[in-house]
């Protein structure tokens, strides 16, 4: 079983749709990641979460931490094509045990 | 700034041959390195990481092995393949200090024994 479960794990949508995507876990993480990756490359980092509640924004990408740092949300508002990619949460318990979740597929149709 | 390189970028190899990737971290000194696989559109699995020389962690029981001769280099080895070692192979690495550990990633190795 994954540390971390992403939901959904595939996901399609219309340009122009809002989204959310989750990441959740029973384990606390000292900060938590979000990465993208396109087909063929490495993951990119986009974002780090570190104090429970905390939300960063990223022009159109809006990222949450839970509370008490098991979980995790990714909301895109007004999706586009540009979008696409595997979004990949990775939460850290100390500084060598990183664990990453399953990714969840999003596909923007044009 | 830093570059992370892994080489090379495809390989076709035939089961039970040996198996070498490379990779290479410029413009940060004392890096922490990992090697992760990841299978087709799916997460990464952690098989590997240094926090130095010689010094290297396994989270996984397999058929590979890893090496650090130099600071900034990271090898990925495998006596003989097996069909399951077929996968995407992604170097990382991160500063190593702190309470937040940001990984950064190289373009991968796309591995497939036949």
């Known amino acids: 079983t994954q540390l971390l479960e992403q939901s959904p794990q595939f996901l399609s949508i219309q340009e122009g749709e809002n989204l959310t995507v989750y990441c959740n876990s029973s384990?606390?993480?000292?900060?938590l990641q979000w990465y993208r990756q396109e087909p063929g490359e490495g993951p990119v980092l986009l974002v780090t979460?570190?104090?429970?509640?905390e939300v960063k924004k990223l022009k159109r990408l809006t990222f949450q931490f839970g509370d008490a740092r098991k979980d995790s949300s990714l909301h895109i508002t007004a999706a586009q094509p540009g979008d696409t990619g595997l979004y990949l949460c990775?939460?850290?318990?100390?500084?060598?045990?990183?664990?990453f979740g399953a990714g969840t597929r999003l596909t923007v149709k044009p | 700034s830093q570059t992370i390189h892994q080489w090379p970028a495809t390989l076709v190899q035939p089961v039970g041959s040996p198996l070498s990737l490379e990779c290479t971290v410029e413009?940060?000194?004392?890096?922490?390195l990992y090697w992760y696989r990841q299978a087709a559109g799916r997460g990464l699995q952690l098989l590997f990481y240094?926090?130095?020389?010689?010094?290297i962690s396994s989270e996984v029981p397999q058929n590979l092995s890893a090496s650090r001769p130099q600071d900034r280099q990271f090898i990925l080895s495998s006596k003989k393949l097996l069909l399951s070692d077929s996968g995407f192979y992604l170097c990382?690495?991160?500063?190593?200090?702190?309470?937040?550990?940001?990984?950064?990633f190289g373009p991968g190795t796309r591995l497939t024994v036949l």
């Open positions: 990382a690495w991160s500063i190593g200090a702190g309470v937040v550990n940001e990984q950064f």
């Open positions: 384990s606390v993480f000292s900060s």
């Open positions: 979460v570190v104090t429970g509640g």
């Open positions: 990775a939460g850290a318990r100390n500084n060598n045990d990183m664990r």
């Open positions: 413009g940060t000194s004392n890096p922490n």
């Open positions: 240094s926090v130095g020389i010689g010094q």
